[in-house]
């Protein structure tokens, strides 16, 4: 007992409950405190990374396809066009073409034949897989939305005409056909070694022996024909002057 006749349990547990009354508001308003900035955060981190909309594993898989292949480079990103005036949008042919349309487009080009001075669709159908060519549509029909990791690679400035160059081969797509290094061997089944061309070698380095006949052939394209022919595509007016110097000064420096 106490002095003053309450039990000393009974004072035990109001200071405790005293003491817990004190504390557990100051904890609570130091975790708020605590946990607000992380939560702030953690939700910065998430929307910094999170998607533009969420999209089908097929449409993702057709939004990296374009990229990798260089499709934004003649019909712009997303196919919003806006590259050259011979290259269309992709924005409305979901709603002109049909599946079995793109599909065709896409496997036997279009235009080469009509017209090989111009811009022309080059004739896919022995490079890309028939399961990328229906993610291709996929995204296409789906309207080409924004896919944040897939975006092509940046090409590098003050840091030579040969960099520049190297970074311009992938992102064109000429790594898709020529190969790494240039050092070509994909199929084309029906030129005279049944592969496209390496970019390297004495063969290559003997037909085009300066910069101004590489630009010239990237420029003008060649093998104009029917799929399964594989055609070069017709860059000019889609590559500007300084980055057709940048990949002759990258393809100069192949075995």
Known sequence: MSPRGVPTPVIDGAIWLLFFA??????????????????????????????AA????????????????ACAQCHGPQGGGGVSPDVPALT???????????????????????NPTKPYMPVWGAVISQTQVNDLVSYIRAGLPVVPTAAAPIVPGNQGAAVAGSVLYVKDGCINCHGPNGLGG???????????????????????????????????????GKAPIVSMPHWGGIIPQDQLKALAAYIKTLK
Not at 195 to 214: A, C, H, M, V, Y
């Open 22 to 51: 004190l504390l557990v508001p100051a904890g609570v308003v130091g975790w708020v405190i605590g946990h607000s900035g992380s939560k702030t955060a953690a939700t910065t981190s998430v929307a910094s990374t999170a998607p």
């Open 54 to 69: 969420a999209v089908s594993a097929p449409v993702a898989s057709g939004a990296h396809i374009f990229v990798q292949f």
């Open 92 to 114: 409305n042919v979901a709603q002109s073409l049909t599946p079995a349309q793109l599909r065709r487009i896409i496997d036997h080009g279009l235009g080469a034949s009509a």
């Open 186 to 224: 994909v199929p084309n089944p029906l030129s005279p070694d049944k592969t496209i061309p390496p970019l390297s070698g004495q063969d290559f380095r003997k037909e085009f022996n300066t910069d101004q006949k590489i630009i010239d052939v990237i420029r003008s394209g060649s093998v104009i």
